[in-house]
């Protein structure tokens, strides 16, 4: 398994754990900052998950919530995380 197949895969692991399936995307844009300062130290990565765990929380709340489920690997292999956190009705 690639090292970037292996972040996908955690991310997404750790994600479904805490929010479930429901609109779970993880993408590796690693490819789109080649050669940037950082770029070496860890993946970038793009996430978007429903979840009515959201309910009345503002964005940053939400993003919180996405950040504390993936704590341990924003130490280990993300450099970059584009979050798009939603609840159901808002797709």
């Known amino acids: ?53 959201f309910a009345g929380l503002s964005r940053v709340a939400r993003h919180r919530l996405v950040y504390d489920a993936l704590r341990e690997l924003m130490h280990q292999g993300i450099h970059a995380l584009v979050i798009d956190a939603r609840t159901p009705q808002e797709c």
């Open 1 to 53: 398994m690639s090292t970037t197949h292996a972040g996908v895969e955690a991310i997404r692991e750790r994600l479904a754990l805490a929010f479930g399936e429901q609109g779970l995307e993880v993408r590796d844009d690693s490819h789109l900052h080649a050669g940037h300062a950082g770029a070496r130290e860890g993946g970038h990565y793009t996430v978007r998950l429903v979840s009515e765990r």
